[in-house]
Structures are given as structure tokens and as C-alpha cells.
């Protein structure tokens, strides 16, 4: 059984910080592409970031000089650390897994695995 859980997520006021965490079971994290999403209502789920098996980072770009995405592979777990938030950062987080190696940035498909959602709030 695969499972991917979120955690961290909460109310926040601009310019504050978060760190959203994902604890994989049922598999290693270790040989394939992660990556973490937002959706907000109305709108279609995004990739935010994603980090292959070579520790290789992608971001979108609202969120570069931001947000950082890392990985343990040894604790199996994913993580996303959110400074400077802004109100457009309003979302459901998602962390994903894919099947490949190698990530394939705003390729929501080629990932097979999801969580269930950590909703982060961002006040003015």
C-alpha cells in the first residue's frame, strides 16, 4: 500500500513562514520524482515545485526565492518551507510521486501518487 500524508499547513499572516511536510509509506522516495501542487477553488490544480532523484529542483515561478522544496530519503519524507507567504499563496497543498526518475515539470499525469491536501491561509 502507497500512502503520501500531509502536514503543516495552517493560517498565516503575510510575510510569515510555513514548512508543509510529507511522510511516504509503502514505497522509498529515494528513485523517483516529488513534487508539491496548490489548487484554490475555481481554479486547476499547479505544480509548485518538484525534485527528481538526483536532488534537482524545479519551482513555478510566483514562488522562486520563496519557497524551497528537500528531501530525506531516509526518513522517506518531503518537505516544502514557505517564508515570505503572500495571500495568492491561499491554497490546498498537495505532495505527489511519480513513477520516473526524472520530473517533468506542470505534468500533473505522470504523477500516480497523491495526498490528501494541507489547506494553507494567508491573511493580509
Known amino acids: 500500500q502507497v500512502q503520501l500524508v500531509e502536514s503543516g499547513g495552517g493560517s498565516v499572516q503575510a510575510g510569515g513562514s510555513l514548512r508543509l511536510s510529507c511522510t511516504a509509506s509503502?514505497?522509498?522516495?529515494?528513485?523517483?520524482?516529488m513534487g508539491w501542487f496548490r489548487q484554490s477553488p475555481g481554479k486547476e490544480r499547479e505544480e509548485v515545485a518538484d525534485?527528481?532523484?538526483?536532488?534537482?529542483?524545479s519551482y513555478a515561478d510566483s514562488v522562486k526565492g520563496r519557497f524551497t522544496i528537500s528531501k530525506d530519503n531516509s526518513k522517506n519524507a518531503l518537505y516544502l518551507q514557505m517564508n515570505s507567504l503572500k495571500p495568492e499563496d491561499t491554497a490546498m497543498y498537495y505532495c505527489a510521486a511519480s513513477m520516473n526518475w526524472y520530473c517533468r515539470p506542470g505534468r500533473k499525469g505522470d504523477f500516480g501518487y497523491w495526498g490528501q491536501g494541507t489547506q494553507v491561509t494567508v491573511s493580509s
Open positions: 525534485i527528481d532523484s538526483f536532488g534537482r529542483k
Open positions: 509503502g514505497y522509498t522516495t529515494s528513485g523517483v520524482c
